[in-house]
């Protein structure tokens, strides 16, 4: 296989080409800064989804170091991320741990597929307002499962539904602990601070080391990982497969799903955004089965779902990554600073991670480009405030399939609303100059009609042509359609045309077809209209289909 296959890893491109020295040190180092970075974000990932912190850890550990090992982007770092936030923690609440092991290993067989199948190119299939819609609502979603923590209601049965939620935070407001909200507050301002007068250094690890201490030296009442979740393990699980039956997969078979709808279009538009960047292109296909085989292995060392992760991708550019190396020592970085480091993990304070939740949904809203949206066309707009509406209020999984079916149903009302046909014969008879085609008025002989398709001849818009044909007030000798501007055709577009070949041929019309294109001449060949029409009916301009005409009204 030659290197600039689609299926082939970048990592192998990387050392076929030549790796140097420098180019190691510089990855070396972008690779450290995102372990240093992912750590906080793997950890306050696993919490917010309903799982213990160090399963959040091995995700990013394995994923990381599979999908840089096998990637089709020169700069993918990948890891849990705030997307997957939602449906975990659905699934986990409703099927328990083993039930999202055995949906996000069925979501990574699918990408593996989906990538042997080369349908890479999804993420063009994905109307950008969906993707607006379900992103903030994810967004929302994070927002408000972090009130808890942040104000230290300590409200230890919080409903998982969005009204639930603040019902719940409206009837307990009066238990605010200061000492949670201090400890909060303060860790959103370092976040902050880092941000904006210091962006090289990790706002979140800089809030974590400072909250952390402050927390222990003061001997502050704050609620920490530890005292919610026990001791952090300091060593990787041995790989064990979850509890397997065909009653577990038919049930998050439809999760499955949404997983893996959300990991490829996160994966690919994280590759997107790096190319970007760098100036590169990534493999979409090999990517995919990277992610997927990321996928299938997470979850046999206790993981979760993992996709490309938008915000430490561009960290690691920015540090100076520009190959998978990169990736690798990220990977590396966390499994090293979890072995020696982890069990301190049980002393950060949960309103800290609070605080760093918090800054990642604000920065998922992606409220400048929400506001935006609304002044699109209607259409684009109700896709957006639906999608939203059903991520925020009934669930991701509904959102998203709701979604693509009403972008879909739009777009064929779209396309049929430019989708029309016309009569030309009292246009050609009126005008006084010469078409594009110099075509004169007097070329239209008597008992000639002339009618022309534009758009797309599909199910959506046979309707309307079909009412068009009805028009005719008596039958022609000969009828010829124009379809110099019929883009395409599908099985009801040609069944519309055959309908009309037999109304056509019971009155005697001779039908003559004009300046079709390559797609709907395959597709009426194919259905063998090809035959029923006749060769010399077939014309390339309707100057030609004017002069056959002429030939048959003589006959």
Request: charged share 15%; aromatic share 8%.
């Amino acid at each position: 296989m030659q290197a600039h296959h689609p299926l082939i890893p970048k990592l192998f491109t990387v050392f076929q080409s030549g790796y140097s020295r420098h180019q190691f040190i510089e990855d070396l180092t972008a690779g450290t800064i995102v372990g240093i970075v992912a750590l906080p974000l793997a950890i306050a990932f696993a919490i917010a989804s309903g799982v213990k912190p160090e399963q959040g850890l091995f995700t990013a550990i394995i994923a990381g170091l599979v999908v840089s090992s096998l990637g089709g982007s020169r700069v993918q770092i990948a890891g849990p991320t705030g997307a997957f936030i939602v449906i975990v923690y659905g699934i986990v609440r409703t099927y328990g741990y083993d039930g999202l092991a055995v949906a996000t290993m069925i979501a990574g067989v699918m990408l593996i597929v989906m990538g042997l199948a080369r349908l890479g190119t999804l993420l063009k299939f994905v109307p950008y307002p969906l993707t607006i819609g379900f992103t903030s609502g994810i967004a929302l979603i994070i927002f408000s499962s972090q009130i808890n923590d942040f104000l230290g209601l300590r409200i230890a049965d919080l409903p998982a539904d969005f009204v639930g939620k603040w019902t719940v935070y409206a009837s307990h407001l009066g238990s605010v602990d200061v000492t949670s909200l201090a400890v909060g507050v303060a860790s959103l301002a370092i976040i902050l601070f880092a941000q904006r007068f210091s962006p090289r250094v990790p706002g979140s690890l800089l809030s974590i080391l400072c909250m952390t201490a402050i927390v222990l030296w003061f001997h502050l009442p704050v609620e920490s990982i530890g005292s919610r979740f026990g001791s952090v393990p300091s060593v990787l699980p041995a790989p064990h497969l979850p509890d397997v039956s065909w009653t577990t997969i038919t049930r998050v078979f439809s999760p499955a799903v949404t997983i893996a709808m959300l990991g490829s279009i996160e994966s690919l538009l994280s590759a997107v955004v790096a190319d970007g960047m760098i100036r590169s292109r990534h493999r979409s296909n090999i990517e995919l089965i990277a992610q997927g085989v990321a996928n299938v292995l997470s979850p046999l060392f206790s993981g979760i779902p993992a996709t490309g992760a938008i915000a430490r991708t561009a960290t690691n550019v920015k540090s100076g990554g520009r190959t998978p190396v990169a990736g690798i020592v990220h990977a590396i970085v966390l499994l090293l600073i979890m072995l020696l480091f982890g069990r301190w993990a049980a002393l950060i304070p949960m309103p800290t991670l609070a605080a760093i939740l918090l800054v990642v949904a604000y920065n998922m809203s992606e409220w400048h480009s929400f506001v935006k949206t609304l002044r699109s066309p209607r259409s684009d707009v109700a896709v957006m405030v639906v999608t939203f509406a059903l991520t925020v209020i009934v669930d991701l999984t509904v959102a998203i399939q709701v979604g693509v079916i009403l972008s879909a149903m739009l777009f064929i009302r779209r396309m049929a609303e430019v989708s029309h046909v016309t009569s030309l014969t009292r246009d050609l008879g009126e005008g006084e100059e010469a078409d594009d085609e110099g075509v004169r008025p007097s070329a239209v002989p008597e008992g000639v009609e002339v009618f022309e398709v534009f758009g797309t001849l599909f199910f959506g818009a046979v309707e309307q042509f079909s009412e068009t044909m009805r028009v005719l007030e008596r039958p022609p000798r000969v009828f010829i359609l124009e379809t110099r501007n019929l883009l395409a055709i599908d099985a009801t577009g040609i069944r519309a045309i055959e309908e009309l070949l037999i109304r056509l041929r019971h009155s005697g019309t001779r039908f003559i077809l004009s300046g079709i294109h390559k797609q709907p001449l395959f597709a009426i060949t194919q259905a063998g209209l090809i035959e029923r029409i006749g060769e010399d009916n077939l014309c390339g301009t309707l100057a030609e289909a004017l002069e056959r005409s002429r030939v048959i009204t003589m006959s």
